[in-house]
């Protein structure tokens, strides 16, 4: 089964991305009488998710929201193949991913510019949103979901249109990617700075913003439950400065992308004391030095 508890009103879907088991998460909020997903992963992967809420006796077309920390397409893939089933939802968004949930075109591109056409078929291809089911906001937003409350975030700098989201009677936060990527399969982090937009000193902001909220748990989107918010930040920030430092250092020696991304594999290799990247940890590096490259060159 893919769908676990993680407490009286949380629990982790594994999309199974990759065909690998804890990479890609999606969760479903239940309150006493509603019931919400965040983050719905790839597009081809929808069919998971609706097949995990059926599992445990939940109606898919009953979800009250679908809410999409941001529209990358391992969060929010999902969301207009989700939506056409859950007829009655509604999707909540930041105001700069509305656009791109109405017309995925952009995101389609960009992403085949990053992954290539191949892989893209992988994926899937996200579905229009109609524009009247969108709830968007600007800095905060308080949403009911039975007898609990959601409270959403604007958490910028691994991209401009990422939320994170706050369980208030549990004091528990929905990351995004606000944080690194902790696979239980690698055991160690890496940072998530993506292309196209990836900005250091607005992630760091937002990390210490979210820490005044004081949660005391997290679930992350890659992957899981973790009791140590602490922990996590400051390890998030560490990484991402170590990855900012040395790719710099590598482009000032000369070396091509490539090489780069070569070298931090090795790295990450060793790290985790494995002799083969699995598929996912190679994406999530190549993308990572990816982001990096493109913000080093803006500043
Ligand atoms: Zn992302």
């Known amino acids: 089964m893919n769908i676990e508890k993680i407490n009286d009103n949380v629990f982790i879907i594994d999309t199974l991305a ?63 193949h989700i939506a056409r089933i859950a007829t009655k939802a509604k ?16 995101l389609i591109l960009s992403a085949k510019e990053i992954f290539g056409e191949e892989k893209m078929r992988v994926f899937g291809t996200p579905l229009p949103v109609e ?18 409350t ?4 604007y ?16 004091n528990l936060l929905f990351t995004a990617d606000t944080v690194g990527i902790m696979q239980p399969n690698l055991g160690i982090m890496i940072p ?10 607005q992630a760091t902001k937002t990390l210490d913003n979210l820490k005044k909220y004081d949660p005391a748990h997290l679930t992350m989107p890659h992957y899981g439950y973790r009791g140590d918010p602490e922990h ?11 990855w900012i430092n040395a790719v710099k250092a590598f482009v000032k020696e000369g070396l091509t992308k490539d090489e ?19 598929a996912s940890a190679k994406q999530s590096i190549l993308i990572s030095v990816s982001g990096i490259l493109n913000y080093i060159s803006n500043i």
Do not use: W
């Open 18 to 80: 990759y065909g690998e088991p804890k990479t890609v998460a999606s969760y479903l909020v239940k309150s006493d009488d509603k019931f919400a997903l965040i983050d719905v992963g790839y597009a081809y992967t929808h069919m998971n998710i609706i097949n995990a809420l059926q599992s445990i006796n939940l109606d898919p077309k009953e979800i009250t929201y679908i809410i999409p920390t941001h529209v990358h397409l391992d969060h929010s893939g999902a969301t207009g």
């Open 91 to 106: 999707i909540v968004a930041h105001e700069r991913a509305k656009k791109h949930l109405i017309d995925p075109t952009k």
């Open 131 to 148: 524009e009247e089911r969108i709830i968007s906001f600007k800095e905060e937003l308080e949403l009911k979901l039975g007898n609990l």
């Open 150 to 153: 959601l409270r959403c975030i």
């Open 155 to 170: 958490a910028p700098g691994h991209a401009p249109h990422q939320m994170a989201i706050l369980l208030v009677e549990k």
């Open 192 to 201: 998530t700075t993506p292309p196209p937009s990836f900005d250091f000193v």
């Open 232 to 242: 996590v930040f400051d390890l998030t920030k560490t990484k991402m400065e170590e």
């Open 260 to 278: 780069i991304i070569k070298i931090m594999q090795e790295r990450i290799k060793k790290e985790a004391n494995i002799s083969d990247l699995p």
